[in-house]
C-alpha cells in the first residue's frame, strides 16, 4: 500500500491509504456501498468533493452516456471538454435535470468547455485563457465551486507538428503557465482539469517509441507541462500512483481499447493548498466500453473536506 508523499504537506498522520484501481475490465465502481437493491452506488458513498474530468467528444452523440455515468458516479464537480455544439445547442436542460448546476463555453463543429457542480451553481470566474484577445476558441472556463477554484481546459492537439498547430499548442501552452503561476499562489484552493493533450512520460503511453514525433509526445511539449508542474502543481494521478500503467484516452481504431493500448492525456493538477486535501484519484475506464463511448475515459480525484 502506498501513502501520499509528505511532499504535499500531509503529516504522518494525515495521509490516506491510495484506493486501487480497477483490474482491467473491471467497473471501478464495484467497492462502493450502493444502495438496497440497486446495481448503481448510492450517491452518497463518498464524503468531501469529487471533481471529474471527461472529455465527452461530442455532447449531442454523448448525453446519454453523460447522464448514466453522473447517476452511477455522482460526482459534485465535472469538467467537461469538446462539446462540438454552440451556446445555444447545449443540453443544459437535461443535465440540470440530473441535478446539476453548469456553466459552458460552447462552439460549433469544434472545442467547447463546461463546468457541471452537483446540487449547486458554479459561480463563474472568466470563460477565456487570458493572454490571447485574438483567441476565439472555446479551450477554457473557470468558476468556483463550494470554495474551490476550478479551471476546466481542453489544450489544442498541435499535430501536424511541426506547423502552424503546434505553435498555436506551444503559445497556448505559454499562456496557461502564465495564468497559472498566478493560480498557483493565490492562497485559495485550486484545480486545474481537462484533456491536455499532454503525454507527461514514457510510461503514461503505449508503446511510446511511436509517438516521438508526435504533437502529444514532443520534446517541446512534455518540457512545457514540466515546466507547468514545476510552479508546485500536484498532478494526482502520479502522486498516487507514482508507477503504475494508467490511462485515460484509447483511439477507435486497431481495438485500443481491448488491447489497453491507450495514453494518458487527461489530467487533474492541485495546487498546494488542495494537494493536502488529496484522498484518492482514479479513471472510470468502464465507461470507454460502453456503446457509443467517447474515446476518454473520466478520470478524477477525490478530496477531504476542509
Request: charged share 25%; proline share 8%.
Amino acid at each position: 500500500m502506498r501513502w501520499i508523499s509528505s511532499r504535499y504537506g500531509l503529516s504522518p498522520s494525515a495521509r490516506t491509504p491510495l484506493s486501487v484501481r480497477a483490474p482491467k475490465g473491471a467497473d471501478s465502481t464495484q467497492n462502493r456501498p450502493r444502495s438496497p437493491g440497486s446495481r448503481f452506488p448510492a450517491v452518497s458513498y463518498h464524503r468531501g468533493m469529487r471533481v471529474a474530468t471527461y472529455n465527452v467528444n461530442g455532447i449531442s452523440a454523448r448525453l446519454p452516456n453523460l447522464l448514466r455515468w453522473l447517476a452511477e458516479a455522482a460526482p459534485d464537480v465535472v469538467c467537461l471538454q469538446e462539446l462540438k455544439a454552440p451556446q445555444e445547442k447545449f443540453p443544459d436542460a437535461a443535465i440540470r435535470d440530473a441535478g446539476y448546476g453548469v456553466i459552458w463555453h460552447g462552439q460549433k463543429s469544434w472545442n467547447g468547455v463546461a463546468i457541471l457542480a452537483r446540487n449547486s451553481e458554479p459561480l463563474e470566474i472568466r470563460r477565456a485563457l487570458p493572454g490571447d484577445a485574438d483567441d476565439v476558441n472555446s479551450r477554457y472556463i473557470e468558476a468556483t465551486v463550494n470554495g474551490v477554484v476550478i479551471g476546466c481546459l481542453y489544450l489544442p492537439n498541435g499535430n501536424p507538428a511541426p506547423g502552424p498547430k503546434f505553435d498555436y499548442k506551444l503559445r497556448w501552452l505559454d499562456r496557461l503557465i502564465a495564468h497559472a503561476a498566478e493560480l498557483v499562489s493565490s492562497g485559495s484552493p485550486v484545480l486545474l482539469a481537462g484533456d491536455y493533450n499532454v503525454i507527461p512520460t514514457e510510461r503514461d503511453v503505449y508503446k511510446p517509441e511511436r509517438w516521438v514525433d508526435d504533437a502529444l509526445f514532443r520534446v517541446e511539449v512534455r518540457e512545457a507541462f514540466a515546466r507547468l508542474l514545476a510552479q508546485g502543481w500536484a498532478d494526482a494521478i502520479r502522486v498516487l500512483h507514482p508507477d503504475e500503467q494508467i490511462y485515460t484516452f484509447w483511439d477507435y481504431f486497431r481495438n485500443a481499447y481491448a488491447r489497453d493500448a491507450g495514453l494518458r492525456i487527461d489530467h487533474l493538477l492541485l495546487n498546494p493548498p488542495l494537494a493536502q486535501r488529496l484522498a484518492s484519484a482514479g479513471v472510470d475506464r468502464n465507461v470507454r466500453g460502453w456503446e457509443r463511448a467517447s474515446d476518454h475515459a473520466p478520470t478524477w480525484v477525490q478530496l477531504r473536506d476542509s
